[in-house]
């Protein structure tokens, strides 16, 4: 007898699969209503991770200039085009230094004096011209390392040139070609300075402590040189390379040419580097923290908009609602009794803060411990001392100081509000995904159900069909009573 399985039973007429997939739907009700309380609370979670990130962000920009982040900004002003500085935190305002650039870094590169005929054959008897190095060679260098050197029997030039390659001395050795029958060897300190300053010499050779020469079989055609400064005091500061680091404190310089000699004279036209507040650099940081704080009221605003059409995820909400009007409060209130207007800082009538970069560097050029008063401040470690927490204080009031405790409150990663709440509707989404899967389970078992009950009443019809027909059959085999007799 043929089941549900091929669709319509062959006895009834019904059509069983479409009938119990109408059936199956009404009793799966429930679960798609899961389903979609499902998709709500993720797309809720994903809002709220929206925000936090915005958060985040905000108290990476308060941070950047609560504390020293204001007071520390510096920039090294040169006067030259080929020496550039940079200036730290711990660089002085005010300090300069006066230097001429007599002597430039460089790297020593060492050339052999005699040719060898080929690059593949005997480095020790392919001479084409001049005397070849005798090997081993030992490699005497200027910072005390160095050792022997050496290929074996039939080694070929190209041989000595892996070999140097390959080991610990620091040099870089190639092969160069003049002509097809004509190669000679260069070789090249890794390191610029006198310190990086080598000998190839042969085994009855013995270093000169003063490096003066590179051995007798090579010649030196750069040598080893300290990059020099001649400063104005009549002293000479000294570089192995071309910058030299805290030359003032807090200030290092790369210089990139000597210093020209005017015609007719002498002495080298003198470079000075004068340290100075970086007043754009404050400016800058000021302007991140105010878009930092603009992004994450726009973010709050998208994901809890309750006007008339939105489809705003979280409509309402009021901690982020809430939120949003804590960081408009912290960005305008007074600070010390002085408005945040008074150094370019504003709300307009949308909501939005405004920043004119402008009128800021104005007052910061006019008034430093003012402007950055208002715009900066200090937090502290709270109770549990450690930096950038949600227990952090505020120490000396400013507007960094404020949005960078209203901000780790809010997304820090462990404790942070929105952390705790995207946090909450991920669990509340396992809990209903796991009534999904109960579901599931359970509508497999009802269609199994419901799939053998039409199967056995398919069957019971079967059977019934086979009786009646049986009947009738006999019913036909009964003898015919003749009416007429």
């Known amino acids: 007898m043929t089941g549900v399985s091929m669709g319509t039973g062959l006895v009834s007429g019904i059509d069983y699969t479409t009938?119990?997939?109408?059936?199956?739907?009404?009793?799966?009700?429930?679960?798609?209503?899961?389903?979609?309380?499902?998709a709500t609370t993720q797309t809720d979670a994903a809002a709220f991770r929206q925000v936090n990130t915005a958060m985040a962000a905000l108290s990476s920009a308060a941070q950047a200039i609560t504390g020293d982040g204001l007071t520390n900004a510096r920039k090294a002003i040169s006067n030259s085009s080929t020496a550039a500085a940079t200036a730290g935190a711990t660089a002085v305002p005010g300090s300069s230094v006066t230097f001429a650039v007599t002597q430039l870094a460089a790297a020593q590169v060492t050339v052999?004096?005699?040719?060898?005929?080929?690059?593949?054959?005997?480095?020790?008897?392919?001479v084409a011209s001049g005397s070849l190095p005798t090997l081993p060679l030992t490699v005497a260098k200027a910072d005390g390392t160095g050792g022997p050197l050496d290929v074996p029997a039939g080694g070929s030039l190209?041989?000595?040139?892996?070999?140097?390659?390959?080991?610990?001395?620091?040099?870089?050795?190639?092969?160069i070609q003049l002509d097809s029958s004509h190669f000679k060897l260069q070789v090249t300190s890794n390191t610029t300075g006198a310190a990086g300053a080598f000998q190839l010499l042969g085994p009855s050779e013995t270093a000169d402590s003063t490096y003066a020469t590179p051995g007798a079989a090579f010649t030196n055609t750069t040598g080893a040189t300290d990059a020099k400064l001649s400063l104005s005091t009549g002293d000479v500061a000294t570089s192995s390379s071309n910058t030299f680091n805290e030359l003032l404190t807090g200030v290092s310089v790369t210089v990139s040419g000597l210093s020209p000699i005017p015609t007719g004279s002498t002495t080298p036209t003198n470079t000075t580097i004068t340290v100075a507040n970086d007043t754009s650099a404050v400016s800058a940081k000021v302007k991140a923290l105010m878009d930092a704080a603009n992004t994450a009221l726009t973010t709050i605003h998208n994901v809890t908009d309750s006007s008339d059409g939105s489809d705003a995820p979280l409509k309402g909400n009021w901690a982020l609602t809430n939120l949003a009007n804590n960081i408009l409060s912290q960005v305008s209130a007074a600070v010390g009794g002085k408005s945040p207007s008074t150094v370019g800082i504003q709300l307009d009538r949308n909501g939005a803060i405004v920043f004119d970069q402008g009128a800021f560097q104005v007052a910061l050029a006019s008034n430093p411990s003012l402007a950055q008063q208002i715009v900066g401040g200090t937090t502290g470690v709270g109770a549990d001392n450690v930096n950038h927490t949600p227990d952090d204080?505020?120490?000396?009031?400013?507007?960094?100081?404020?949005?960078s405790v209203l901000a780790e409150g809010a997304s820090d990663s462990a404790t942070g509000m929105i952390t705790n709440l995207a946090n909450s509707q991920d669990n509340q989404a396992k809990d209903i995904q796991s009534q999904i899967d109960d579901w599931t389970l359970r509508l497999t078992q009802r269609q199994a159900t419901l799939t053998a009950q039409f199967n056995a009443m398919e069957t019971a019809l079967g059977t019934l069909q086979s009786q009646g027909q049986w009947l009738t059959s006999q019913i036909n085999s009964l003898p015919k009573i003749n009416q007429s007799s």
Do not use: C, F, H
Request: proline share 2%; no cysteine; net charge negative.
């Open 393 to 403: 204080t505020i120490d000396v009031d400013g507007i960094a100081a404020r949005l």
């Open 158 to 175: 190209n041989d000595l040139v892996a070999a140097i390659n390959k080991s610990s001395y620091g040099l870089s050795a190639a092969v």
């Open 19 to 38: 009938m119990i997939s109408q059936l199956m739907q009404i009793e799966a009700q429930p679960q798609t209503l899961l389903k979609n309380q499902l």
């Open 112 to 126: 052999s004096s005699g040719v060898w005929s080929s690059a593949t054959g005997d480095v020790r008897t392919s």
